[in-house]
């Protein structure tokens, strides 16, 4: 299938039942118990500074790894499988001395998934997507990281926007059907991100589906640079994203009412891909793939979600059960909401006809 014909396959699946995302990646990962030769392979047996713990570098020095995976996820019944690519992000690769890979990481990334879709598609017959993933980085361009000086900065929106563009390039030059910018803790990170994708879009000549998906990162219902999710989705609405939703931080559990105020308000389909319950005290996640599916099942049958996968904690068992409990219920109906003045700060703002 061509990019063209996966598109129009999207939209037609997405039209006719509740879409599959896969699940967590570095949960994954870290199963595979993996030291540091591994992460190194033979390209970088060399290399300066400690690489375990650089995912995203997996890609390079252990493709087969990821592949497999990805695989995992296609068997249990993901529609979408995102790429390993969460901090492949030159800002994030600094940390490891790696920033020069970026845009290679970000292509290969999207090689592998590229390379597992397709061939799962050929023995199945089973159309299925490749998601190409922008994390959040691990700079904040919102908050500073001094408590005696609130003006401080250790990033800027031009450097969020370069590292950003340079990344998209790569995850659509190895071929990614989707753009997903997630796990977005800090809005104005997003609004970065969302800039770079335009341009990488007008560059390369390619125009693919945007993703947008932030995180609600404790009980307060509020993303950590203070939103609300209508304010969120107001600081965000302008980019027509393909969907919007929440990942990460929170369990389905108490992840439900901050989607079911999203697809309230959002006249785009809505994602959901929360963690597997809350971590425990070891940092391990202890909800069933069975919990769940239950969770989210519930979801489905009550409209609220279009796409909707697993984060922190989930595995292809979690994968499979979502999408046995999703398998019956329509997708979310998307919304007509009323043309108006919407703004946003930490609280959203509309202004009504008299």
């Known amino acids: ?100 890979l970026a845009r290679e990481i970000n292509r290969v990334g999207a090689e592998l998934a590229r390379r597992s879709a397709d061939a799962h598609t050929e023995a199945t017959g089973r159309p299925v997507f490749v998601g190409g993933g922008l994390g959040p980085t691990s700079r904040t361009a919102s908050i500073s990281p001094d408590v005696n000086n609130p003006g401080a900065r250790n990033v800027t929106f031009d450097a969020l926007r370069e590292a950003y563009l340079e990344a998209t390039l790569g995850l659509i030059e190895g071929g990614s059907d989707i753009i997903m910018v ?20 007008d560059e390369s000549g390619v125009e693919l589906p945007i993703v947008i998906s932030g995180t609600i990162t404790d009980r307060s219902g509020r993303t950590l640079s203070g939103q609300t999710p209508e304010a969120f989705w107001n600081s965000v609405r302008h980019a027509r994203p393909f969907a919007v939703g929440f990942n990460c931080a929170l369990g389905a559990k108490e992840l439900r009412a901050h989607v079911a105020e999203l697809a309230r308000v959002a006249d785009v389909r809505v994602s959901a891909y929360p963690n597997a319950g809350l971590p425990n005290e070891f940092g391990g996640y202890d909800e069933t793939p069975d919990q769940t599916a239950g969770h989210l099942g519930r979801w489905a049958s009550d409209g609220l979600i279009n796409l909707v996968g697993g984060c922190c904690g989930t595995t292809p068992d979690h994968i499979r059960a979502i999408a046995e409990a999703v398998k019956s219920a329509a997708p979310r109906t998307v919304p007509v909401v009323p043309r108006r003045l919407r703004l946003s700060g930490l609280e959203p703002f509309e202004i009504q006809a008299a």
């Open 1 to 100: 299938m061509t990019r063209v014909d996966r598109l129009e396959a999207l939209n037609t699946l997405a039209a006719q039942r509740v879409v599959v995302l896969d699940g967590a990646m570095g949960t994954m990962i870290q199963n595979l118990k993996l030291q540091e030769a591994d992460f190194r392979g033979e390209r970088f047996k060399d290399h300066d500074r400690e690489l375990q713990g650089d995912n995203d570098i997996l890609n390079l020095s252990k493709p087969e790894a990821i592949v497999g995976i990805h695989d995992a996820y296609l068997e249990a019944g993901a529609d979408i499988i995102q790429t390993n690519t969460f901090n492949a992000t030159s800002i994030s690769q600094l940390d490891y001395g790696l920033q020069a």
């Open 182 to 201: 997630e796990t977005i803790f800090d809005t104005l990170n997003a609004k970065a991100a969302l800039v770079a994708v335009r341009e990488a879009f």
